[in-house]
């Protein structure tokens, strides 16, 4: 059931009103100041547990190899975006783990 107002998905402090459905019936709330955080920081949310993550635009987009995830990172440097991601290590390490062996084994080949 939709709540108008309710807890911030990413800082979980603040109650607010602003939200987006991201997928049908999964509402995202976030507070204005995650909002103005989402400014300089990349904010991931977890669709499967809900956990957020909060990291350095400079920072991620620094340590990235792959070119055109760069640059699309680098595209999306200067907006407000909270992305939401499917699963997380918190909630499914054995994929994520998975996932970043088979980045490391391709980028080996």
């Known amino acids: 059931m ?6 911030c998905n990413v800082c979980k402090k603040e109650y607010t009103s ?3 459905e991201v997928m ?5 709330h976030v507070c204005q100041n995650c ?4 400014k300089t ?7 499967s547990c809900g956990k957020a993550y909060m990291r350095p635009k400079e920072t991620v987009i620094s ?3 792959d070119p055109e995830l760069k640059r699309a990172y680098m595209i999306c440097e200067d907006m407000v975006i909270v992305q939401g991601i499917d699963a ?3 909630c499914d390490p054995e994929t994520i783990q998975a996932y970043m062996g088979s980045i ?3 980028a080996h080949c």
Request: proline share 6%; hydrophobic share 50%.
């Open 2 to 7: 939709f709540e108008p107002l309710a807890k």
């Open 18 to 20: 602003m939200h987006v």
């Open 24 to 28: 049908p019936g999964t509402i995202v």
């Open 35 to 38: 909002l103005e955080k989402a």
């Open 41 to 47: 920081n990349f904010i991931w949310i977890c669709m």
């Open 63 to 65: 340590r990235l190899r």
């Open 88 to 90: 997380c290590i918190e």
């Open 104 to 106: 490391q084994t391709a």
